[in-house]
């Protein structure tokens, strides 16, 4: 018999204010995207997976947006969700969970972030990435 943490993984980064990448300056506009974190992990078995990351972040306008993206298949395909700032000093939170039914062999999930062209600064204060099989 299996013990229960060959069969249930976990998987995680972090980096960010507190970490020793510290804060990430945002340079880049759209259509240009700034890696912020990624994961990949050792070969994991079939099964279905959770993932999820929080991205916390600033951007110095309240007409622009914020575009984030992942992947997770190693960048070959992105998903985006973009998002405009109610106030240009507050920091900004978004999260995304997601059940993933993957077919075996490493999990590559990679988080990027642009801004609108035309903004000011913009700051990626947090970024979390988390996988863990559920089934």
């Known amino acids: 018999m299996k013990e229960i943490f060959e069969i249930l993984t976990y998987d995680h980064t972090k980096v960010g204010e507190g970490t020793p990448t510290g804060v990430i300056d945002i340079s880049t506009d759209y259509p240009d995207f700034t890696p ?12 279905l997976y959770e993932v999820s990351f929080s991205l916390t972040w600033n951007l110095a306008t309240v007409k622009k ?18 998002s405009e700032p ?44 988390i996988i863990q099989r559920v089934q």
């Open 36 to 47: 912020v974190a990624a994961v990949l992990t050792p070969d994991r078995p079939q099964g």
């Open 65 to 82: 947006s914020g575009i984030a993206r992942w992947s997770e298949d190693g960048g070959n395909t992105w998903y985006e969700i973009q």
């Open 86 to 129: 109610k106030d240009k000093t507050n920091d900004n939170t978004s999260f995304y969970g997601y059940p993933f039914e993957h077919t075996g062999g490493p999990i590559d999930i990679q988080v990027e972030i642009t801004r609108e062209a035309g903004t000011s600064d913009m700051q990626v204060r947090f970024c979390d990435i």
